[in-house]
């Protein structure tokens, strides 16, 4: 796609449909009781790729969860227990703020033990026994690694490839060019839960889900368990659905008038994005109420599942979102940010997520929807081997971006594989590297997009989530669909 945005006058459809036909249709349909009033509805155009999956769930663990303690397991490391690290393990390392005047790096084997998964013979931590359980349907890689050390250079440089603000997000770029299924509900949804982690307040920026310099419907709206879901969401005292019908009628056939004497494609934008929270009045009450799912279903995702905000609730919603047609849903769980703590800690948070995101998996392969749903569970970096702070009881881990560990379900990924190998440290990548942009690719080419053609011009630039880099890990598909 090579929109031009250095001209200001093309329409709309000009910016959006790409010459590969992947793109929407714009101002399509009237509605309303005037004439004025346009939605942006949108026709999923062919895509570049048989596509694999129509929607992503991705369950972003904030903080960097330890491969150590969960994914990676080293039984070696217990009889190196509070030896120093080899210096020639740590060679070229660049230490964070944190360890930066560390003089001795002991080695910390886990406290936690690992079981053996009896389907695929594959190692996990006993903190994870509902994700075994569905283990025969993750693919786990290993071996993902990036250059970012710290959290938000890290976390903005996996939503949105790159270190520096201002790029789009990824669900961005999945609602640009793909659209929604859903006539009343947004592309791109997202939640966060506050987890029972060391950094449970830990601040996320509005930007990891932005739009960055597309068109800013496909930003990602953010359903808050307190007041209104959506901010604004409710009418104002004295204002009734009648009367906000009539202003948005109104407003929308000065706005169109506007339109058509500029050609704005942001003025198409804002009438899109009005008749859609009208929309969302209805629909978003209907998406939050838990009282049509059955008790065994609630009993699937956990006590907490009846808490709003809290990961359990959000698994469930995510299922609700993508049954109704929402394209990319973002969860984000606080809370694994452990230099210290983490034999206290970590055990919270595996409580906090392990039932629901397996009930998560299981319930979407009930309902016959995994195969078409990606599901992405994954930090911005892992932890290091060394104890941070030297041998201590409750000891903790500093950042690691030389490799940790992601799992991908469904969506065309070959379930109870692993893939990618890291040495007996699990400090350094030994088989299969996998990069941040190659992890970008190969979800959008689960979608059916060639990550090398969604691009977007902006300053004279064309523009894409992978910036100059990225290749889709074959190795972890299964085969093409006929």
């Not at 970008?440 to 059916?448: D, I, S, Y």
């Amino acid at each position: 796609m090579n929109p031009q945005l250095a001209d200001p006058q093309p329409s709309r459809r000009d910016w959006l449909v790409s010459s590969g036909g992947l793109g929407v249709a714009a101002l399509a349909s009237l509605l309303g009781t005037s004439g004025a009033t346009r939605a942006d509805t949108r026709q999923l155009a062919a895509p570049h790729l048989a596509p694999r999956a129509k929607r992503v769930i991705y369950l972003f663990q904030s903080g960097g969860p330890s491969q150590l303690e969960l994914l990676d397991y080293k039984p070696g490391l217990k009889e190196l227990h509070g030896s120093e690290l080899p210096d020639s393990i740590r060679r070229g390392q660049r230490l964070t703020g944190m360890t930066s005047g560390q003089k001795s790096f002991p080695v910390i084997s886990s406290k936690f033990g690992f079981e053996q998964c009896a389907e695929t013979g594959h190692w996990i931590s006993e903190l994870l026994p509902q994700t075994r359980r569905v283990l025969k349907e993750l693919c786990v890689i290993r071996s993902v690694h990036t250059e970012a050390i710290n959290h938000d250079p890290a976390i903005t440089f996996i939503q949105t490839g790159s270190q520096q603000p201002g790029r789009p997000s990824i669900g961005a770029w999945a609602s640009y060019g793909l659209g929604s299924e859903a006539a009343d509900l947004p592309a791109f949804v997202v939640m966060i839960s506050h987890g029972s982690g060391a950094d449970a307040n830990q601040g996320l920026l509005d930007r990891l889900w932005g739009s960055g310099f597309l068109p800013s419907s496909h930003q990602g709206v953010k359903l808050r368990s307190q007041g209104d879901p959506v901010l604004f969401l409710s009418d104002p005292p004295g204002i009734d659905r009648r009367l906000r019908r009539r202003q948005l009628d109104v407003i929308a056939g000065l706005n169109g008038e506007k339109l058509r004497a500029t050609n704005d494609p942001e003025i198409s934008t804002r009438i899109a994005q009005y008749e859609l929270a009208f929309k969302m009045q209805t629909s978003v009450p209907d998406l939050i109420d838990l009282s049509g799912e059955s008790e065994a279903v609630l009993g699937m995702y956990g006590d907490e599942v009846r808490r709003p905000g809290s990961f359990a609730a959000n698994c469930l919603l995510a299922r609700r979102l993508v049954e109704r047609g929402v394209r990319f849903v973002q969860l984000y769980h606080r809370g694994w940010d452990q230099h210290g703590g983490l034999a206290t800690n970590m055990p919270k948070q595996c409580r906090d997520v392990d039932q629901p995101q397996a009930a998560l998996i299981e319930d979407l392969r009930q309902r016959g929807m995994l195969d078409e749903t990606l599901v992405v569970w994954g930090g911005e970096f892992g932890r290091t081997v060394y104890g941070q702070g030297g041998v201590q009881a409750d000891y903790g881990r500093d950042h690691h971006g030389r490799n940790f560990c992601l799992w991908m379900a469904g969506g065309g990924i070959q379930g109870g594989l692993v893939h990618g190998a890291t040495d007996d440290f699990s400090y350094n990548i030994v088989e299969n590297p996998v990069h941040i942009h190659d992890i970008q690719a190969t979800l959008l080419h689960c979608l059916g997009i060639d990550h090398t053609q969604l691009t977007y011009r902006f300053q004279g630039r064309d523009f894409r989530l992978t910036d100059v880099h990225g290749s889709v890990v074959r190795e972890i598909l299964k085969s093409p669909p006929v």
